[in-house]
């Protein structure tokens, strides 16, 4: 492979150090303990180099070794040769993962971080030297301080050399005593994924503990990579253990067992013996809070490994680095894993080297073998486990025996490839399963939104969360364009899935979408009721030649998607247990007589159809704010017009349309002119198209016309709306009273929007004052980070109350009692408050009494905005105490409540409608 690793490298260990101080006693030594230890050790043995350039000798020395001791004495720093030396060991160690190991002999870390006494005299003749040269000076200053930074080990007078030379070589002879892990036969394409992942490891800062998961569906390489970045820099680490197949272990022998070998690997005990999953946490966190350590968990499935195995930086000394490699990016997110790296398939060229290597080793391959083996690589889909599958199990195979293979993957999956993306599926719920299937065989290649709403239609509840889910654990992907891929392998697993459930008869599959398939139980009438969904998107030559009856006994068939497909002739029964239908180029004109679309809620009709189907009540059950089936307006007989008026009149309906006494019918003409952005008004929820849709609906030549209920007060002055014009279309159908109305709509939003605005000042006042005064800290006692944090998400949703709230949100059961918690809140605050002034200072302290003041001002805006009947209650109550804290202090302040209150008595009962 081309990272270095330990099997590859030349040397041990690499010795610098400065001639005129330690060559003939400190470094010799060493090297004498190192090689008495069987430690490869390369020490330059040319004497008096001073000021000349590095060999190439050197430099190959320096990359073909795995540890570099560098002996910072006295004088290395005088000698810019040391320095250019250092320079590139730092360098390399930084992009080769060699590990460096600073000795301080008899020198100050810190003087050599920040260039100090002999360091710095160096530096000042160095300045003199090479004054046109600055970006040397510079590369030799950053050197010494990251030289500085690292581990290493400080001889000083307080010990004797011999013993710091014994311990230098007994660490040295640990670390090397390592083993390298098996990465693969034939590595392909690992260099740059290896940047990648120690670029997040960010090896060389000593200063943290880091944790970096390695995210990917199965068979992609993960822990290739995992054993790979291990190799390369195994030896900066004081401690290693690489936890291989977690889950399987987990599952087997329970998560204490891989306690046990956590700290085996690290602390070499073989007789630990755990009797709990908490013993084994403190044992951990004891073992390892003063090591630096590199700790791999390989293939980690379930949140409680990662809580019991490596539950929080805090266990490991700094410098220490975990590598999770999963399936699942949620345990990664929260586990507290930030730094991620998404595991990516191989490209062609690395697909094809790896499999023309599996298949043929190290022998040339015949032209005549080109096609097979792009054929191959398309169908892994730069998939390593299944290039390493495909070219052993085809090795010294014929062309015709490769085409044969092939032909067979693509109906009837490898079992070791199936089996090992299979574990993801697994391990999902059976609901998040049932909406795998339906995406792998069906709906590859939809647009995310569209999927959602036709499974959220299908299974009768919102699928949003599984499809997170899915995405989550590798299983499927969402496209830059917004469309839902799966891996081909994946898709192809998928659909083996929903193929054994009956393998010899397809209309006992729960999902249908093969042509040949489709056509054999369209055309024989072997239909069941196990069949949920149908999808044919297929091109196909012939006709479906069928009696029309295939239908009769899919009597569970939710979902029923034609598309580019010709039929003899209509169906003459479809199922009422239908919920989405999309039918391209029905063969009639009319839907079977006896189907009734009662749990219809997608509807994309065809251009053929004359009659419309009765539309249930319960139509918008799944989207309330999508009718789908009116998303198409027929203009003229027989053509279908689709534009999106219908989603636009239910998004948004105006407070004062929401009050419906008398309901007048009112005809409105909607062309698209008539929706565009400039519109303003969006009348009210009570449309006609649930049952009974008019006549001239159907017959009217240039525009539809759309029944619409609405209230009678909605066309009265005194509301504040006007419909800018756009109503003037049809001035004969609208009452005298709006056609005169000049009250423009304007003026209310402004007036709305002063109303937001004078409720979150009041409430960022009141909220300040009340933090600020004396009952309130005693209340909570000292601040801190979190009183403050859950202070300030307190203060947060009062201001969101108040600048977002609707009567419309708030008219629901859930949204008043959240409110009413929320301000209760407050009001127990105030009380305290007034007690609390009241026994210790005998009067309120002013800032309560602001806050009371401030408080209702924010109910008297509420009051303007939402109408939901509490808002009263709270206006009351904060006045109230404002006036009885200015009586208490003094019954002359009585005035000011007067002058406070009455105006805003005045404005809160001048309300344009009655609150409940």
Known sequence: MAARSSSSSSYDVYLSFSDSDTRFGFTSYLYKALSDKGILTFIDKRELHKGSEITPSLLKAIENSRTAIIVLSENFASSSFCLDELAYIIERGTAKGLLVLPVFYYVDPSDVRHQRGTYGEAFAKHEERFKDNREKLQKWRNALQQAANFSGYHVQHSGYEHDFI?????????????FPLRVANYPVGLDSRLQQVCSLLDVGSDDSVLMVGIWGMGGIGKTTLARAVH????????SLCFLDGVSEISRRNGVMHLQEKLLFH??????????SVGEGVSAIKHTFHEKKVLLILDDVDRLQQLEALVGGPNWFGLGSRVIITTRDRHLLAVHGVERIYKAEELNNTEALELLRWNAFRYGNVNPSYTKVLNEAVTYSSGLPLALEVIGSNLFGKSVEEWRYALDRLKRIPHNEI?????????????????VFLDIACCFKGYDLAEV?????AHHGYNVKHHIGVLIEKSLLNVSSEGKV??????????????????????????RLWLPEDLVHVLEENMGTGKTEILHLDFPLNKEVKWDGNAFKKMKNLRTLIIKKCHFSKAPIHLPNSLRVLEWWKYPSEELPSDFHAKELSIWKPTELLKRVPDVPRNYVRVSPLKLHILQRVLLGKKTWKPIELLKDLLESIPEVLQTSQGVPQITLQTSEMFFQAETLWRPIGLLQTSQNIPGNFLTSQEFPQVMLQTSQRVFQAQTGWRFVGLLQSVPGVLPISLRDSQVMLQPALRAK????LVGLASSLVGLLCHALSPSFKRLIGRWNLFKLLLYCVFSVVVCTTVLFAKQLSLLRQQGQLQSYVLFVVLMIISVYSFLYDKAVDGKPEIKSLVANAAFALVSLSLSKLIKSGYEIGMFAYFLGCFTVQLVTINWVLILVAIIFGCPLVVMHSSSDFPTR
């Open 485 to 510: 891929t799966l891996h081909p392998l994946i898709e192809d697993m998928g659909k083996d899935i929903v193929r054994q459930e009956s393998l010899r008869e397809p209309g006992k599959r729960s």
């Open 753 to 756: 929007m002063g109303w937001r």
């Open 452 to 456: 959602q709403d036709i499974l959220c």
């Open 166 to 178: 014994e311990k230098i070589a007994e660490d040295i002879s640990s670390r090397i005593s390592r």
């Open 418 to 434: 199936h089996n090992i993306l299979k574990v993801n599926y697994d391990d999902l719920e059976k609901d998040e399963q049932r």
């Open 266 to 275: 690290i602390a070499g005990n073989k007789d630990i013996h755990l009797e």
């Open 231 to 238: 190799n390369l820099i195994a030896d900066q680490f004081e």
